[in-house]
């Protein structure tokens, strides 16, 4: 069963006057695609507007996305000066991301640095890893390291040195080792809630506005896998 996240269930991570962080769930989408689901950016603006009790509209910037079926930290800009500041953070990869993934096939190496070469194929919204440039592709590069062994599963902990399209999914698959639910990139079948096992486990970057360096941790979703952690 997909869980979508509502003003009144959203797990906040992270909030004050010029920004919040919140716990993104399966069945959320970060901004409004063609499927006219609700996005996450207009519950936390309904959240805003309910515990504030602000009058007219809420400013909320959506300063990165997350795939629909990943779960973890999505940040959000509270005010104009924040998002100016955390778009250029991002884009400079001034930040440090880490995300927990879970694979089936055991990686060739305990850890490993992986460069490949994406192109995203606009059609059926994937992006394939390729070993060499070709035309229209952008560099990718990840570390990843095995941190817990599994009965039936493999847990890595990746560090993202760039953030492309479908990154993640598309470089794990390419090394034999797509994630737990992932049907689109080969794992043979979905989870449950239809997400995947791809989790923004943490985030550190530098406060837009009062500097501070913030450390921010999300919590995983209750299965029997993430439990296992």
Known sequence: MKVVSTKDNLQILHEDN???????????IVQGDKTGDKPLSEVV??????KYNKPGEVFL?????????????????????ALTRLNEMFSNRATQKTYWAVVKNKPPKTEDKLVHFLKRNEKNNTSKAHLKEVPDSKKASLDYTII????????LE????????????????????????????????????????????????????????????????????????
């Not at 010029?18 to 959320?28: E, T």
């Not at 603006?45 to 309910?50: A, G, H, L, S, V």
Request: proline share 4%; hydrophobic share 40%.
């Open 18 to 28: 010029h920004l919040i962080v919140v716990n993104k769930r399966v069945g959320d």
């Open 45 to 50: 603006k309904e959240y805003i507007k309910e």
């Open 61 to 81: 910037g959506v300063v990165h996305r997350l795939d629909r079926p990943t779960t973890g930290i999505v940040v959000f800009a509270r005010t104009s000066k």
């Open 148 to 155: 817990k062994t599994l009965d039936n599963y493999f847990v």
């Open 158 to 229: 990746i560090n993202l040195h760039t953030g492309r399209h479908h990154q993640i999914r598309a470089q794990l698959a390419a090394i034999g080792c797509p994630i737990k639910g992932d049907l689109k990139y080969g794992f043979d079948r979905s989870n449950p809630d239809g997400g995947i096992h791809l989790h923004a486990r943490k985030l550190v970057f530098t406060h837009p506005v009062s500097k501070e360096n913030l450390v921010i941790t999300a919590p995983t979703l209750n299965d029997a896998i993430w439990n296992a952690m």
